[in-house]
């Protein structure tokens, strides 16, 4: 998994042109992920939102973007190895177009050894 790592809306800090080549560039690597079948999947996410902590009775909200650095989307992909995930997310448009970009590439745990529960890996009815 890969979790882009954001300080700005690239629509609010790039120019519109610039934008649009991000974006194109983005729907390139997007397509050529796909064609590979390495992408599961990938969605920007919508840059409002709160923080929630605390437990039943003791809630505390605070907005998402206080800490300064957002996750402004995802790619689920497929690798072979941790070494080849982050060879893959080298090679995305964020570090060309978005000065400040950070990706938190992650293996995802498909199942609990201790206990042999395993997470379901799509969600039922979409």
């Known amino acids: 998994?890969?979790?882009?790592?954001k300080q700005r809306n690239s629509k609010d800090s790039l120019a519109p042109d610039?934008?649009?080549?991000?974006?194109?560039?983005?729907?390139?690597?997007?397509?050529?992920?796909?064609?590979e079948g390495r992408l599961i999947s990938a969605q920007p996410i919508d840059w409002q939102g709160n923080i929630i902590s605390g437990r039943p009775g003791d809630w505390e909200g605070v907005p998402f973007d206080?800490?300064?650095?957002?996750?402004g989307g995802y790619y689920h992909i497929r690798a072979q190895s941790l070494d080849e995930a982050i060879s893959i997310a080298q090679e995305n448009p964020e570090f060309i177009y978005n000065t400040g970009t950070r990706?938190?590439?992650?293996?995802?745990?498909?199942?609990e050894e201790s206990t042999g529960f395993e997470y379901p890996t799509a969600a039922v009815g979409l």
């Not at 998994?1 to 790592?5: G, Q, T």
């Not at 610039?18 to 064609?35: D, N, P």
């Not at 206080?66 to 996750?71: A, K, N, P, Q, R």
């Open 1 to 5: 998994m890969f979790f882009i790592r």
């Open 18 to 35: 610039v934008h649009q080549q991000f974006l194109k560039g983005c729907e390139t690597y997007i397509g050529r992920l796909k064609a």
């Open 103 to 111: 990706i938190e590439v992650r293996p995802i745990k498909m199942k």
């Open 66 to 71: 206080e800490s300064g650095e957002v996750i």
